[in-house]
């Protein structure tokens, strides 16, 4: 991942509430599509999955599913392939200068993402849910990059960065900040006492240490809304006209989220780094294993329809 800016650069504008929308309906809609895929291979092969170790030579669809099958043999292809250059694209496009103009880091993150997990899944499919040996090993390491992977994208998210993808800095942060709580008052009519007393509501304690950061990230995630009625209600009880409190409230918001975002900056930061260090060495290792699984089955004959 990008190392952590010092400074903010010049002309950095925050990223606005409807690009924020448009990215978490996008993201919804990448797990949408990763779940109907998922829904429609399962559906199609549940009754052979379902059936003993045993009675699985005797199914009309032994042939097409077995590891070996023409279905089978595909999904670990084409799940091998999809982590490959899940993977490779993603650490060509952060460390490859050429590539920095096609595209933003984050969506090629998600593309990383979404190919990293479905790949795995493809894989659990290959192997019928039969492990042993190397395909043992093979899947626990998947199961331990995948659930990692989860994670440091939830932490990746929410360290505030440049439009370069560059982490920002606190005084950028702050920065922006006193310049926010300066618009709240001009575009509300409030004072400054009370904007602050009404960001009061999500307010919460500075995090101290990664746990109670993660804690106080997962009750900014499950209190968002809670907080966004309380400002609405608390802006009306001001005498915020109905025409202007919507745009009130937003600005609210988005404050509320800087703030939090001030909280968890440096916590977060440095549990990106250490996450980093553990999940790079694990994903090459899952590699590794498998690119040794497929190199076995391609001596061995096992070429698919190539």
């Known amino acids: 991942m990008t190392s952590p800016s010092t400074t903010a650069p010049t002309g950095f504008v925050a990223a606005s509430s409807r690009t924020s929308r448009t990215g978490r309906a996008v993201g919804l809609g990448a797990v949408i599509l990763w779940l109907a895929i998922a829904t429609v291979l399962v559906l199609r092969g549940a009754e052979y ?7 699985r030579a005797y199914s009309v669809d032994y042939d097409l599913l077995k590891p ?6 595909g999904y670990g292809f084409i799940g091998t392939m999809m982590m490959v250059v899940g993977v490779v694209g993603y650490s060509a496009r952060r460390r490859i200068r050429f590539l920095h103009r096609f595209g ?3 969506n090629w993150l998600g593309v990383h993402i979404f190919l990293c997990t479905m790949g795995p899944f493809l894989i659990v499919l290959h192997t019928t849910l039969k492990f042993g040996g190397i395909i043992s ?8 990059v ?6 440091g994208r939830y932490v990746y998210v929410r360290i505030p960065k440049t439009l370069n993808g560059q982490f920002l800095s606190l005084r950028a942060l702050e920065a922006q900040r006193g310049n926010m709580l300066t618009v709240i008052a001009e575009r509300s009519g409030l004072a400054g006492t009370e904007v602050e007393r009404i960001l009061e509501v999500a307010k919460r304690p500075p995090p101290r240490g990664f746990l109670d950061a993660l804690v106080h990230s997962f009750w900014y995630d499950l209190t968002e809304a809670r907080h966004n009625r309380a400002i609405q209600r608390l802006l009306a009880a001001k005498g915020v006209p109905p025409r202007a409190r919507a745009a009130a409230a937003q600005l609210f918001t988005d404050e509320v989220q800087l703030e939090h975002q001030v909280a968890l900056l ?4 440095r549990l990106f780094k250490y996450w980093h260090l553990f999940h790079m060495p694990l994903a ?3 590699l590794l294993v498998v690119l040794v699984h497929v190199s076995v089955a391609v001596l061995l004959g096992y070429t698919w329809i190539f």
């Open 49 to 55: 999955y379902a059936l003993p170790l045993q009675q």
């Open 68 to 73: 070996t099958g023409l279905i089978g043999l």
């Open 104 to 106: 933003k880091l984050k």
């Open 137 to 144: 090993i093979a899947f626990w390491s998947m199961i331990a």
């Open 146 to 151: 995948v659930a990692s992977g989860v994670f």
């Open 266 to 269: 440096a916590p977060f930061q």
């Open 284 to 286: 090459i290792v899952m």
